[in-house]
């Protein structure tokens, strides 16, 4: 009798177990948004990073924005929540996104997505020219680190529209 309940309790568990998705088991929270200019720091919980599956460094920390901070523009948009930016100008446009950062803790880059894919756009130049469909997005991630913390300083990073 003892194996009959042991056998169905183990089964019990594992419906349970496997009935949950990634969602349900651990939910993703933004960090704190942060201004340009000012030294960032925070200390990371679980919740805080998504898997890059994409990417052989791993787990990062999505960074949160000001949008009026990078941009001015109309057709790009900002969700707190993934904070991601993204664009909506009804056409294929070029963006001109440049940035620069001090970091000695934390790898930091800035990707732009397309179709559930995500590229870096880091180079030497600090500046990339983006031609962007409707939908398209961009964001900036650090990597995880030690001790899970985050500290840098986001000098400067700019969305605007790049005529040739």
């Not at 309940?5 to 948004?33: D, M, Q, R, W």
């Not at 994409?54 to 109309?74: H, P, R």
Request: hydrophobic content about 35%.
């Amino acid at each position: 009798m003892k194996k009959y309940l042991l056998t169905a309790g183990c089964g019990f568990a594992l419906l349970v177990v496997s009935s949950c998705n990634k969602e349900e088991i651990g939910a993703y929270t933004p960090i704190p948004k942060l201004h340009l200019g000012e030294p960032f720091t925070y200390k990371c919980d679980v919740s805080n990073y998504v898997q890059l599956e994409y990417d052989s460094l791993g787990q990062a920390a999505i960074l949160n924005f000001y949008k009026e901070e990078i941009t001015e523009l109309d057709d790009v948009h900002y969700d707190e929540h993934t904070c991601t930016f993204s664009f909506h100008k009804g056409e294929t446009a070029k963006y001109k996104i440049s940035w620069d950062y001090t970091s000695r803790l934390n790898v930091i880059r800035f990707l732009y997505g397309q179709n559930g894919m995500w590229y870096r756009m880091n180079n030497d130049k600090n500046e990339y020219i983006l031609t962007a469909n409707d939908g398209m997005t961009v964001r900036v991630v650090a990597y995880r680190a030690n001790y899970d913390s985050l500290s840098f300083t986001i000098n400067n990073f700019c969305i605007e529209e790049y005529n040739d």
